[in-house]
T-cell receptor
Framework: AQTVTQSQPEMSVQEAETVTLSCTYD???????LFWYKQPPSRQMILVIR??????QNATENRFSVNFQKAAKSFSLKISDSQLGDTAMYFC?????????FGQGTRLTINP | EPEVTQTPSHQVTQMGQEVILRCVPI?????FYWYRQILGQKVEFLVS????????KSEIFDDQFSVERPDGSNFTLKIRSTKLEDSAMYFC???????????????FGQGTRLTVV
């Protein structure tokens, strides 16, 4: 079975600070994809960043980057220069077979 | 930019009634999904659909649920006899292809909030 665990239910930082959200996962697959989704109060699911497991280089998208540690099955999200608009739930997800398996989510609040 | 569209955005229904949630996936996508998120909980997979048949379904997707692609554009989720515990946000998603073959990024709709009273 594939599982995704986010151990931080809530986090809060000041605007412009850097914050790291943790995610660990378990899978027996050798090739897979990992994602971070953002869910703002509107509750829409928005893809933030993706990582292909066979790529060693960590993915980056502007202020968002990941630290992918395949051996440790860890996939953390770093948000640099955080902005008020980053306030949302963040879900880590593992793409296994033909579906996404989500973590429990981390509620991130950026304070002015 | 192409997007997945879901209607309605919010539906209130009485327990025992049938509901149909509608989705229009991105036009050149081939795989379609329904996910559910009970308030305050994580997003859970319900079902995947490809080539006009169910590819995989979860334990949640029991006989009360069905999916259909009645025409070339719509993808629907039907709940035959709703229960209070079906109250949740339902997300439709679509992908172009399978993992390892084509781009597998899942595009999500904005969700339908179903409230069963």
């Amino acid at each position: 079975a594939q599982t995704v665990t986010q151990s931080q239910p809530e986090m809060s930082v000041q605007e412009a600070e850097t914050v790291t959200l943790s995610c660990t996962y378990d899978t027996s697959e050798n090739n897979y994809y990992l994602f971070w989704y953002k869910q703002p109060p509107s509750r829409q699911m928005i893809l933030v960043i993706r990582q292909e497991a066979y790529k060693q280089q960590n993915a980056t998208e502007n202020r968002f980057s990941v630290n992918f540690q395949k051996a440790a099955k860890s996939f953390s999200l770093k948000i640099s220069d955080s902005q008020l608009g980053d306030t949302a739930m963040y879900f880590c997800a593992l793409e296994g077979a033909q579906k996404l398996v989500f973590g429990q989510g981390t509620r991130l609040t950026i304070n002015p | 930019e192409p997007e997945v569209t879901q209607t309605p955005s919010h539906q209130v229904t009485q327990m025992g009634q049938e509901v149909i949630l509608r989705c229009v996936p991105i036009s050149n996508h081939l795989y379609f999904y329904w996910y559910r998120q009970i308030l305050g909980q994580k997003v859970e997979f319900l079902v995947s659909f490809y080539n006009n048949e169910i590819s995989e379904k979860s334990e949640i997707f029991d006989d009360q649920f069905s999916v259909e692609r009645p025409d070339g554009s719509n993808f629907t989720l039907k709940i035959r006899s709703t229960k209070l515990e079906d109250s949740a946000m339902y997300f439709c998603a679509s992908t172009m292809g399978r993992r390892g073959i084509l781009n597998t990024e899942a595009f999500f709709g904005q969700g339908t909030r179903l409230t069963v009273v």
